[in-house]
């Protein structure tokens, strides 16, 4: 049975549901007799404030800051915010999490997003790109992380599924480009768009929220996705040398300068168009976000936004 | 008549043409007894060593580097390379001039351009913008500039007709990215684009060959497209102040950075996706320019392409 | 009548005034049965807290932060520091606000400013730069804005009528290089001087506090300043390109490198000085501030002040 | 039998031996009536100019600047230089190429370093860098490219056996860091300062000349490293992931910074420590290089040194 | 009598000892009737919340923020945390304070130290830099404040004798590296490292915390350095000025880059090695806090380290 | 007896006279017979090339470049430029060498000069400040060099005298300043105006060129400068600590940032009006030499000016 989500909650609503711990705190009684526990609960529509006066202490001590927790209680409405009044609340059993009901997810349906991997293989002319997309798209593990892991922690496309819309995202554009630029290499280019990010699938982990792994801030996406592109061309006896390293090379270079983390800047033309191209997907999730975060629609500016160091214009 | 080029010559070929003079250099006769001038010509196909034995002081005083000189004399070859022995060279009528013999031209076909300056404007929907381009357009002297100038002193599209094809490349690419990314604004991001370098018209004068006006090294084309772009909209009486404010950013932030000589950084989307846009129309142009420019069609790199910082990877 | 100020209030006072809403949070009452409204209010002369007991939430929605507000209340003293007891509070009427009740105003007598003006007006030798002041001084709407205009919104000069006396006090020292370096062009210098920021009058916005417009984000000052030189010398026929080139530049380059937002840098000396000159008189008014700013004037040191990046000495 | 080398030539002796070709030019005689061919020849211990009079053209176009070229001459004293008359010039057999005769090899004994390496094997108690190491110095293959290979193109260790000098160097510094700082975990240190650097076996090819490989070209020594590192590991069952991730961080970050191509910046106190012991091994061979490049040993001061930015103070 | 220090404090113990006041701050009581004096005390061991209930207001005005207090109190148990409540609390007589009961000490032993110490200057076989480090060693008034000098305010040695560690840690590394780089001169760079810092024995100053003098402000222990190694060595007659040239330059260029805040460059050998090993000898300290640092002895993580612009890798 | 300078020569007219030796190349003679030596002499008006055809070799190893040299021979006119024939070349007797024949002097007269440093004196009110000037003036030594240092070895002010000129040119606009800026502390500005290059007398020397001293390039004139000024005060028993603090400063900071090699930037308003002061004077120098070293006076634009890092607009 689908679980309610803290926006469809209502005032006077009996509440039993499991969520994402994100915050608790004793705080003092006002009568000075003792201490309440102040908690915040998340799910990928949002948070909430929950109370509980009740075996305060135990409560306090039997979990933790991102535990998923099972809650029984009422929604209250409390100087015109809506609040939980918790009468129980418990570690939830871990073998059941679902992380898309506590991160948000990509609004790239699934379904699409699997008929565009297999439009782009059938698409691709060059044997051996083919080949190793192919072999890709059928390695099951592999495309269960890649489906679901998000492209960022936060800034953009940090979302269940945002790797894949981000790179999909990047290989529409792609395939706008060389329709202006004939003389890219289209499968090399369409290649590189929809593989140069595969290391994220070990960049971040998820489970009520997303974080880096340790491979990832040890060694990060392009050392993890040179590995990850190694693996699966060393199944592929007589894949070119030549596009192998240019392959490879795109992936290194793909941050386009050293102070982003690339080692390598692009060295040829395919390299720098997906460069340019990785920044424009992001540019487009980020400058969405922060229109969106404003308090108030009628702002003609967001407030200050990290990932882009700047206010957006917003009219 | 059509003029010989420097590509086209043979050896014992008898020349009477017009040519940039490069350089100009007395040296002295190798018998010690006086001097001989070593010249280099140069048309848009290339360059030439000539040498003058005769009048060679007259010679030399009546002409300076820059100018059009009008040269009679033989193609010879001389060690593997042609040369021209030089009987006669002096300064051609000025008024005659046709920058097109001296400066290579765009690839892109005059007509090929116009039908697409003139689809763009069909394709607008938003009604001032359209007005605007349509003002734009029909602006003969304006255009005569536009059509012809070049988008750089060197780097990428230093040609006659360069910023013609530079700004109708990106309009190309954004025509693509609109079909990936529907939130953006069509027409406002079609119409920065296509206006985004108007003030390189001012910035760069050409001859025989390209260089900064005045105007372009102490004001630079950002500011002088927001004047030009000032100019036209004051012609547009009920254009939008909104409209009007975006079209002006997008000039002033093209670059995309401080350093990169924008006052502004992009703070609405469109903007930052011309400025990406930019930067691969010029990716496309240099690298092409670098994989063009070896000495050997067999070697893996170029030589050190200075408007990229880099090698460039040419197999 | 004049209001008071809340640098005047006395505990025990009654008050009637206006002030502009800095800051307003509804808060628990201490024994759990409802709220009280806390305020900030704030004048030229600073910030006061305020309590409202009585329909507060009326109140609360009645109002929001940047509004004037009517106040009725009681000056009282509360753990040594003075505050209101507020009865009654509501938005006041829009159109009789006089911003310097809110903003503190620059030192500078505003007599002294125009006699300054005109002295400089009637110094200038060359005939078109003193046509161009001269256009300006008398340009009655820019004249209003120029005299009140800030020339930040904190750092430097963000007060009242601190555009003038920044400009003014640049015209002064600029006045004293030329006695030291008579390399320079006085009239230029002088002229540039005075005009260097007159973009700031539509870069800022003010109130009840300094903040951007949105040309001001989008375009900076900058871009502004050349537009608004343009269109005073564009009612100047005859007058020189040469010199509207180098006005035009000195605006253009005044912020000196282009991480400063400058499109170029200086290319000329009376350029070069103006920058210098510009950084100068920023320094002094910044310094000066720290040292008034700190809380103990035996300290040697101010806090940390973020416009100069660093702590000042003040002994 | 043993060819003579360039810093054993006399004036008068007969020359029979291979040398490289560095430069080849074709020179007009001084009469007027046809060519010679001027070229340099190098070897391990210096560079001298030849003169070739007869059958000019056919061995200018018989080689090309890189050939090892057998050349039969004598040598003769011009203006107080050596030079080679060289009667004889061709293309040398390729297959029987000695790259020591050509490229300046490492001051290092071979045996001392192989003793050094077992000694280092040795002395590692952690048994999985046990089995690495002795793993990666029982690969012959890799260990002759690794004995022979050069640390860089130029700037420091330039040299044949240059990258196992560099790296012993740095293993013998790291054993006294561990004296100091007993903290530090000895065998990861060792190991890491070791391995750090491997990729560059094949970051770098050399004939008669130092040159970047494609590969080194387009991914670099960090990612190659990474790659050989994973090689080997993968044939050690059972060695611990922690230490993998550890080791790989070490190469990943060993320059230390972003801007100097290292995509993850040192995260714990071995992999910093590598980092500044690389730098002074590096430091310590530029200096002293610096030292033995002045012109005069009286000089207080060499010429401009790029590989440190700088003139070296040599008093 | 040796006083009693914070970790050592159990519930229900009275308190009467001297302690360090970080933090002071009136609150309002629960009831509303009035205030409560709320502190934070500190030793060299950690810090503790205390709580006064009575004479709240003389308390609070008698005693300042870095006074060394005299407490009288109870320690009890608040919520699972120690706190005391204080009977009373005043300023302690200023001439009997000792800073090593507020401060941490070095974990170096003094009489290690000095051992150390004279075995450097036994070592010395330069009789000019022996006869050096001989007078230094001999000012009793400079030693004592180098012995308990901190090496910084924060980041790493921010302890009593911090200085004296990190010298001393530096010349150990020194002794390893001429091992390893027999063209060191030895006794040159043992010097230098010893003294490379002697100025921030003025740089900072230190009683209850540790905070930078005017001096270390305004002219940096670099300056200050340089002024003290004149005066010692301006009562040397006959030292030689190239070595006073190279410890001067020692000093000097020892932060290796412009940007920290070196005037110089480090321009020979030695110069160079000093300043890497200071960032070692730092690093080892930095890492070293940041693992000691974690809330969690079991996180892989440290949190981010300022000093060190990363988080840590602990596992 | 006056000697001829090189701007005085005519064609025709016997040469006996010292220049210095800037360039010495044996050349081949153009029948292949031998050499003869082409020379490069100058003299604070210019440059002037010189022949040598007898004892070729026995010139050529007698001098070296920086010498002074005795030149017999008669000057010719070869190709439109002179030249001179030289039948003796001989090096000259070094202890009666004066610099100001080779090396340009400041246009300061050392009349005007020595009445305004005095001038100075009288106008300082701080007693201590006027005991130091004075003390530093009546320095004999101090002052020979002082009045004759160049500011640097190229880019402003790089003749003899500059340093005087410089120093001067400063105080004058600081006295300017003082006008506009009433706050600011006159005399300690006025002094720190005057000395705060005072290390250059040691950062340079200079005989037939400017050079830096081995003390210039490993310390720098900051260092320098704090050196002299603790040696000037060093005589001041009285001398205010306060004082000597910031004059130090003044000299510690006047580059104004770390990466010009300033150890601390201003801290209060004097050292930071110092700072830029010390750019415009430099600025106005280095502009005028840009217009003036134009080829052709018509040009708009010098060449590239690496002082400046740009081309400089000179219409």
Same mark, same amino acid.
């Given at each position: 049975m689908a679980e309610i989500f803290i926006n469809q909650l209502k005032s006077g609503q009996e509440v039993s549901a499991t969520f994402a711990l994100r915050v608790k705190k004793l705080m003092p009684l006002r009568n000075g007799t003792g201490y309440y526990l102040a908690v915040v609960l998340g799910d990928r529509t949002g948070q909430l404030e929950g109370r509980i006066w009740e075996s305060v202490f135990e409560t306090y001590h039997g979990c933790k800051v991102g535990d998923v927790v099972k809650v029984q209680g009422q929604a209250t409405e409390y100087n015109g915010k809506?609040?939980?009044?918790?009468?129980?609340?418990?570690?939830?059993?871990?073998?059941?999490?679902?992380?898309?009901? $506590?991160?948000?997810?990509?609004?790239?349906?699934?379904e699409t997003a699997?008929?565009? /991997?297999?439009?782009?293989?059938?698409?691709?002319?060059?044997?051996?790109?083919?080949?190793?997309?192919?072999?890709?798209?059928?390695?099951?593990?592999f495309m269960n992380a890649f489906i679901t892991a998000p492209a960022a922690k936060r800034n953009h496309h940090a979302?269940?599924?945002?790797?894949?819309?981000?790179?999909?995202?990047i290989v529409c554009a792609a395939e706008g480009m060389v329709q202006v630029y004939p003389n890219l290499d289209r499968d090399l280019l369409i290649t590189g768009a929809l593989l140069h990010d595969l290391g994220k699938v070990e960049e971040y982990r998820f489970r009520t929220g997303i974080d880096f792994t340790d491979e990832g801030r040890l060694l990060g996406h392009i050392v993890l996705g040179v590995r990850l592109l190694d693996h699966y061309i060393g199944q592929l006896p007589?894949?070119?040398?030549?596009?192998?390293? !240019? /392959?490879?090379?795109?992936?290194v270079s793909h941050h386009g300068q050293y102070e982003w983390q690339s080692p390598k800047r692009p060295k040829f033309i395919e390299a720098a168009v997906?460069?340019?191209?990785?920044?424009?997907?992001?540019?487009?999730?980020? $400058?969405?976000?922060?229109?969106?975060?404003?308090?108030?629609?009628?702002?003609?500016?967001?407030?200050?936004? !990290?990932? /882009?160091?700047?206010?957006?214009?917003?009219?």
């Open positions: 809506l609040q939980i009044q918790i009468s129980a609340m418990s570690v939830y059993q871990v073998n059941e999490i679902d992380p898309k009901r $506590f991160i948000p997810s990509s609004a790239l349906l699934l699997r008929e565009k /991997l297999f439009s782009i293989l059938e698409s691709l002319q060059e044997v051996h790109l083919k080949s190793l997309v192919s072999l890709v798209l059928s390695d099951e593990d979302t269940i599924g945002g790797l894949l819309e981000h790179s999909l995202g007589g894949f070119p040398e030549d596009l192998r390293l !240019k /392959l490879t090379h795109m992936i997906l460069h340019h191209l990785d920044m424009i997907d992001a540019a487009v999730d980020m $400058f969405k976000s922060a229109a969106e975060s404003r308090d108030d629609p009628e702002d003609h500016w967001s407030g200050w936004i !990290k990932g /882009l160091d700047r206010y957006v214009f917003c009219k």
